[in-house]
């Protein structure tokens, strides 16, 4: 068996470490703008849930239980105008970077095959292509991909990191093509909750689908819109037939979702209130920063969606990325998300108000 450095690539991560000592030197202290994790509390609604169903002694199901099932199907109905599906259409995973990173092999993906992904991406749709033996290929445009041997596309809008969202016409236009060529799409939708200058939509609105699931599967997560990283809440949904042969998979697997997280998933998707709430802090961050950036002379591109401002002072990512840090502010170098992005920063709107607040001054100061 070849060692992991060599199926692998260099865990990103590992490279930034220098520059958070640097900005951990700050008389004032970090601040971390580097990562999408969250800071801000768990909805108490979703709390009570999870607690009132601690007695859990039994296994939980992989499909999901009837009520979790029912939870994601009304969710995708309102939020997505995804109508005519069943339960048959939904199976919940153990968090979507577990999917992403597993489904090339659970799909039984083989060297020779092909994984297609944006040019500008989440590392680990590569690495989960790389984990199955096929080869991953990033794209700028769907149309001009060669579809020999490609047998799972990507989509990601809104984008991480760039924030970009995806019109209609230009999904549709993905969907059409990959149905044309018999290439599973897979539509990574985990910010969609979270649009400012735009209004995201999914591959499973019938703008985009024309009323069928077939070939496609939506995957999405509670743990921005819910602040429930913690929890590993996520769901695919889509194609039943795609679904099936993963379930099958999954229950070998033992790749179960909590049975309290479970009841907490019900709960988050039948509450708007904390997601309203949620986005007007992030909103507030939003401009704070970006106004903060503007003046400190970068340039943001795209970043109409999501949690992160995509920015640029035209130089090498790793110099904006030193001079944050003798700032005290840490950022994500573009280069992880591709070589498309090594002018690039990420900057991440998952900070306190009070840390967030300290960038700015920092940043303008």
């Not at 199955?132 to 290929?137: L, S």
């Not at 949690?307 to 790793?318: F, M, N, S, V």
């Not at 840090?325 to 002018?343: D, H, K, Q």
Request: glycine share 10%.
């Amino acid at each position: 068996m070849p060692p992991v450095s060599d199926r692998l690539p260099v865990f990103p991560w590992d490279r930034l470490e220098p520059y958070k000592a640097t900005a951990a030197a700050h008389p004032a202290g970090i601040v971390d703008l580097s990562v999408g994790t969250p800071v801000d509390p768990v909805p108490e609604c979703v709390r009570r849930s999870l607690a009132d169903a601690a007695d859990s002694p039994g296994y939980p199901g992989v499909w999901g239980t009837p009520a979790l099932r029912e939870a994601i199907l009304g969710w995708c109905a309102r939020r997505l105008g995804a109508d005519g599906l069943t339960p048959e259409h939904v199976l919940p995973v153990v968090g979507s970077k577990e999917l992403v990173a597993w489904l090339p092999t659970q799909l039984g993906l083989v060297p020779g095959d092909r994984v297609a992904h944006p040019r500008l991406a989440y590392p680990t749709y590569e690495v989960g292509a790389r984990l199955a033996g096929a080869e991953a290929v990033p794209y700028e445009e769907v149309e001009r991909l060669e579809p020999s041997g490609l047998r799972l596309l990507w989509l990601n809008s809104p984008s991480n990191p760039t924030g970009r969202v995806l019109t209609p016409d230009t999904l549709r236009a993905a969907v059409d093509w990959a149905r044309r060529h018999g290439v599973l799409v897979v539509s990574d939708e985990c910010y969609l909750e979270l649009g400012w200058e735009a209004d995201p939509v999914s591959v499973l609105h019938p703008e985009v689908c024309g009323g069928s699931y077939e070939g496609l599967i939506a995957l999405h997560s509670l743990s921005k819109r819910s602040n429930m990283a913690g929890y590993r809440a996520a769901f695919a949904v889509g194609d039943p037939r795609v679904l099936h042969e993963l379930l099958q998979v999954r229950k070998h697997g033992g790749m179960m979702t909590p049975a309290p997280v479970q009841a907490a998933m019900v709960t988050a998707l039948g509450d708007e209130a904390h997601v309203a709430e949620q986005r007007k802090r992030y909103a507030a961050r939003r401009v704070a920063l970006r106004d903060a950036l503007l003046a400190n002379g970068f340039r943001i591109e795209h970043s109409e969606a999501a949690l992160y401002l995509w920015a640029t002072r035209d130089e090498p990512c790793w110099n904006t990325i030193g001079e944050l840090a003798e700032r005290g502010v840490l950022a994500a170098p573009g280069e992880f998300y591709g070589p498309a992005g090594e002018r690039f920063v990420r900057i991440g709107l998952t900070a306190t108000d009070e840390r967030v607040e300290a960038a700015v001054a920092r940043l303008r100061g």
